[in-house]
DNA sequence: GCAAAAGTGTTCCGACTACACCCATGC
DNA sequence: GCATGGGTGTAGTCGGAACACTTTTGC
């Protein structure tokens, strides 16, 4: 993995003592879940200038002064697709020499990392999105994991390392409440964490029995009916109750 | 979280259009284990420039031209503590304005970003290390966690970051292996998992019993014995019989 | 009535807990 | 012998897997 050739030529060590001069960039990596259709989506956008003009990438921005690399990613998503607040978390730095066609290729001149954000919003807020980007509308689009055009830069790779983040989140953190109708039946749930973590990943009738025993889900009383079949009861997430269960491993799944 | 205070004066305005220039730097978080003692250690350098001028600190360094991230890692333990080929993974990057006393006040010039690194060595080749450093020996020393003095930069975070990593990564992934000796009693291991994951975690007897049914441990026949009491058997990891068990969670603990 | 979806119950089995107990050694 | 640490066994309990079965709706 480390390329530590000590039989390096002139000028890599002539190269070798110089710092590497930075533009930092952020790319956001935000996932949404439509589990009527049971799709996992991603936000990217078109890019409008080079490089990788007309690819779709993720949205996100270069660094400015002053500014934290948190309130960079929170910037463009609030200038590019209209979005203020998300809770966000640092995935990774991508950072190796070449992995932007801006940088000279003497490999003087500025390098770009971009460091990775990640987040998770309900669908709701995703077609709002998808509808709300006023103008650039047609520039911004949600698009399935599974099925991703080429993008710009290593983006591919980005997604990747997300999605890992994201079926490992599910296991041990009650983001599915954040995201999910503050009402949701036990299906929607199940529906939910099936098209994040793949098909039967648990029985559903053994899913309910656990998650209810758990305790932190409760019957609102109220019922929904959607279509043929016997109607759903309406649920919430009990934030209280669940409070015990926070730093406890394996607690869905 | 976001500090996206739209009541910003002036000048911060006329600095939000511009971009920041960064250098960036890596900080390697390396632990080790001492089992005898029920120590968990980390690796510090004492700074002998400034920022922070004799103030222990993580052995990192600044990006050169033409290097990737890792390579930048891997340099600096080499110069610095003269270890090769380390297994480093990637913990978090940290680059807020004003982490780093070097930037200028007005927040114009450069930035400093630390991409910081984990590894886990085992407690000969941590001897080593600490032996091996010829003249700078005293420069380099191994620091129990829950005894760490005043460290420079945001390094006491970065660590707290590592610890958190080290404990989620010893519950899934056999890197306990990678560091004990090549043969180990039952006790050394549980003594290891003791030491990075707080005590009593497990009945030992429940955790022999366990660790054993998973069929990974093979027994050399070798007896050792310290001091009183009967002679441990020695046993060995066997990575082909771990191999199905690679992806499962929750293996150890 | 029948299909469809929601929800309950049951059986089996393996895993974890908490011990008590036996074994081999040093002194 | 006895203290010390290594190692085995067991009884109770809990939880998951698989699946049959019941309930309530639309049509």
Known sequence: MPKRDLKNNVVSLQHSTQLADFKVGVDNVIFS????????????????????????????TLVRHGESLEDAAHRSLSEKVQVQNLYLEQLYSFGGPGRDPREAPDSFGDRYLSVSYFSLV????????????????????????????DLAFDHREIINYGHRRLKNKLEYSPIAFEVLPQQFTLN???????????????????FRTRLLKLGFLLDTGHKVSRGAGRPASLYRFDAIAFEPLKNKPLVFV
């Open 33 to 60: 879940v439509d589990i009527e259709q049971h799709r996992l989506l991603i936000l990217l956008i078109l890019r409008q200038e080079p490089p990788f003009s007309d690819r779709w990438s993720l949205p996100g």
């Open 122 to 149: 309900s669908h709701s807020e995703a077609q709002f999105i998808a509808k709300g980007a006023r103008k650039g509308a047609k520039r911004i689009a949600w698009h399935e994991v599974d099925k991703l055009p």
């Open 188 to 206: 929607d749930l199940y529906q939910f964490y099936e098209t994040v973590l793949g098909q039967s990943f648990s029985d559903y009738s053994n």
